[in-house]
């Protein structure tokens, strides 16, 4: 799936959210599913996205709870959980719990690109199965210059012993712009820049 998607991340001072998550996409690819745009953001619409499909099937907006069963479908991950910032603090998450399970072996390997972006790879392997393991080997892709994540990968253990890792989830990012200055009105359906009935 290709989505061009608008995140603004959440921010708190001393304890109180002073800016919401938000999330705008716009799914290009597969053409099932272009056209279709998505908005949520935290807090607002009791807390529900707005969506509508894309092409002739542009008829209403619908509006659901982000971890509902319409909006999961295809999805591993509700829309709550986009971004970058989350995507670090799971990874974090992640490195913390596993040390403590068992032995994870760290690879790093330098002069890798994600796009036109110089990367480096960390590569984490678990070499034992254990079912409190979410992955046997993660991809993660650092842009060197902006110190961020551009590429992960997890991949299961085989399914036969010797064989090919299964991919279990994949995200890059390319072309990713920084601080460009979203506003309320990149996370507003009735923005005129977007296709919603």
Not at 33 to 54: A, F, M, P, Q, S
Not at 84 to 89: C, H, K, T
Not at 119 to 125: E, S, W
Not at 169 to 180: D, R, S
């Amino acid at each position: 799936v290709q989505i061009e998607f608008k995140i603004r991340t959440r921010r708190e001072s001393d304890g109180v959210l002073t800016r919401p998550l938000s999330a705008y996409l716009k799914f290009l690819e597969p053409k099932s599913v272009r056209g279709r745009e998505v908005i949520w953001t935290e807090g607002v619409n009791d807390n529900k996205l707005t969506g509508h499909e894309g092409g002739l099937l542009n008829l209403m907006r619908v509006e659901l709870e982000p971890t509902g069963m319409l909006a999961m479908v295809a999805n591993k991950y509700p829309i709550t959980e986009i971004g970058l910032a989350r995507l670090v603090e799971k990874l974090i998450e992640k490195g913390e719990r596993d040390r403590k399970i068992g032995t994870c072996e760290v690879q790093i390997v330098e002069d890798q690109h994600v796009g036109d972006r110089a990367c480096r790879l960390i590569q984490v392997t678990h070499p034992q199965k254990d079912p409190r393991f979410d992955f046997h080997i993660a991809q993660i892709f650092i842009d060197v210059e902006r110190m961020l994540p551009l590429r992960y990968a997890a991949f299961l253990w085989p399914a036969e012993p010797g064989g090919e890792p299964l991919l279990e989830e994949e995200y890059t990012y390319l072309n990713l712009k920084l601080n460009v200055g979203l506003t309320d009105t990149d996370f507003d359906p009735d923005n005129p820049d977007y296709n919603y009935p």
